[in-house]
T-cell receptor
Framework: DAGVIQSPRHEVTEMGQEVTLRCKPISGHDYLFWYRQTMMRGLELLIYFNNNVPIDDSGMPEDRFSAKMPNASFSTLKIQPSEPRDSAVYFC???????????FGEGSRLTVL | KQEVTQIPAALSVPEGENLVLNCSFTDSAIYNLQWFRQDPGKGLTSLLLIQSSQREQTSGRLNASLDKSSGRSTLYIAASQPGDSATYLCAPYTGTASKLTFGTGTRLQVTL
């Protein structure tokens, strides 16, 4: 397995534009997590799925953020409209945190001008 | 809400030194604690998992200790090497899938 694959790796967009980040998780893992990392706030959990169902989205900052997992091999995080304060690195991860098995993608670096 | 603090925020040491990274957390009702490594521009990689019933866990030159009651963990790196240069994050786990709280990390640089 190639690990967790995220795209795009880098995205630069203008305020107000829609941004879609994509994640292909490791097969066989039931949990999928979206995190956001900034210098000020560190790594924050946005939302997680279990068997493609969103379980906890309390970390999603605003209604401008939405996430979907239409099947076990694909998830998206969408920001519409984007704002400069959304600039961050967004990580997708799969596995079981409680078992010490959490595998991260390399992240999508978003810059909103 | 779990608060996780890592000290120091940054550290620079010459190659060969032994060093200690500190992690403190406010909610001691944890199941386990993990230490992660993050290289620049990369995702996190798990280094060590220490269960709440354990005092120490070792992997190669890395040794993690846990004092659950006082809300502290340390990561000891022996004989540091330039390849150890990275950011190290601790993450206590309090029992549900969402309750893995990350510290802000210690950025380590090991110089030749």
């Amino acid at each position: 397995d190639a690990g967790v694959i995220q795209s795009p790796r880098h995205e630069v967009t203008e305020m107000g534009q829609e941004v879609t980040l994509r994640c292909k998780p490791i097969s066989g893992h039931d949990y999928l997590f979206w995190y956001r990392q900034t210098m000020m706030r560190g790594l924050e959990l946005l939302i997680y799925f279990n068997n493609n169902v969103p379980i906890d989205d309390s970390g999603m900052p605003e209604d401008r953020f939405s996430a979907k997992m239409p099947n076990a091999s694909f998830s998206t995080l969408k920001i519409q409209p984007s704002e400069p304060r959304d600039s961050a690195v967004y990580f997708c991860a799969t596995g079981l945190p409680g078992a010490g098995e959490l595998f991260f993608g390399e992240g999508s670096r978003l810059t909103v001008l | 809400k779990q608060e996780v603090t890592q000290i120091p925020a940054a550290l620079s040491v010459p190659e060969g030194e032994n060093l200690v990274l500190n992690c403190s957390f406010t909610d001691s009702a944890i199941y386990n604690l993990q230490w992660f490594r993050q290289d620049p521009g990369k995702g996190l990689t798990s280094l060590l998992l220490i269960q709440s019933s354990q005092r120490e866990q070792t992997s190669g030159r890395l040794n993690a200790s846990l004092d659950k009651s006082s809300g502290r963990s340390t990561l000891y790196i022996a004989a540091s090497q330039p390849g150890d240069s990275a950011t190290y994050l601790c993450a206590p786990y309090t029992g549900t899938a969402s309750k893995l709280t990350f510290g802000t990390g210690t950025r380590l640089q090991v110089t030749l």
